[in-house]
T-cell receptor
Framework: GAGVSQSPSNKVTEKGKDVELRCDPI?????LYWYRQSLGQGLEFLIY????????KSGLPSDRFSAERTGGSVSTLTIQRTQQEDSAVYLC??????????FGPGTRLTVL | SQQGEEDPQALSIQEGENATMNCSYK?????LQWYRQNSGRGLVHLIL?????REKHSGRLRVTLDTSKKSSSLLITASRAADTASYFC???????????FGKGITLSVRP
């Protein structure tokens, strides 16, 4: 596809369960970002991948959050033992060469 | 803490009028970007202005950047009802170009 895609578009889970969110960046984009958007905190940076370099995890809110990027393309964000405060829209973006970031449609996560 | 702060928080105008939205930030930046968001989902990139640029145009959009005042403005000329959305400024700092967003401006354009 031409744009960034994310799946699922919506996820409802029970407190304490693990969830995996997927991001397919634009082909050829070397940088991939995860952000979170919630009512209380606005848009927050979570993690950044660039090529084969070690990811910048400085935005991850707790050790329950982790992400990986396989083969320099698809990325998965995993949240373990979900809490109600994890409810948010999780947005993925990709870019090339430090230019503008293109965002996917997001995954709306609801933790009951 | 927020790097970018938009002003005003909400703006309501009549179709055909111009809309001006402002953004202030705190630290030196690589570039500043404006995004639009409809219905709380995906962000659409509007325009990027680099720290060594002062003004850029894209269609009905005009963006200015004043690095001495650490501020930027987005002007939408001849607004349309379809411009109704939330608008965010985002600053890019450092080598990884991660974006720090403001809280956004809600623009309503009345037909």
């Amino acid at each position: 596809g031409a744009g960034v895609s994310q799946s699922p578009s919506n996820k409802v889970t029970e407190k304490g369960k693990d969830v995996e969110l997927r991001c397919d960046p634009i082909s050829g984009h070397t940088a991939l970002y995860w952000y979170r958007q919630s009512l209380g905190q606005g848009l927050e940076f979570l993690i950044y991948f660039q090529g084969n370099s070690a990811p910048d995890k400085s935005g991850l809110p707790s050790d329950r959050f982790s992400a990986e990027r396989t083969g320099g393309s698809v990325s998965t964000l995993t949240i373990q033992r979900t809490q109600q405060e994890d409810s948010a829209v999780y947005l993925c973006a990709s870019s090339f060469g430090g230019r503008e970031q293109f965002f996917g449609p997001g995954t709306r996560l609801t933790v009951l | 803490s927020q790097q970018g702060e938009e002003d005003p928080q909400a703006l309501s105008i009549q179709e055909g009028e111009n809309a001006t939205m402002n953004c202030s930030y705190k630290t030196s930046i690589n570039n500043l970007q404006w995004y639009r968001q409809n219905s709380g989902r995906g962000l659409v990139h509007l325009i990027l202005i680099r720290s060594n640029e002062r003004e850029k145009h894209s269609g009905r959009l005009r963006v200015t950047l004043d690095t001495s005042k650490k501020s930027s403005s987005l002007l939408i000329t001849a607004s349309r009802a379809a411009d109704t959305a939330s608008y965010f400024c985002a600053t890019s700092i450092g080598a990884n170009s991660k974006l720090t967003f403001g809280k956004g401006i809600t623009l309503s354009v009345r037909p």
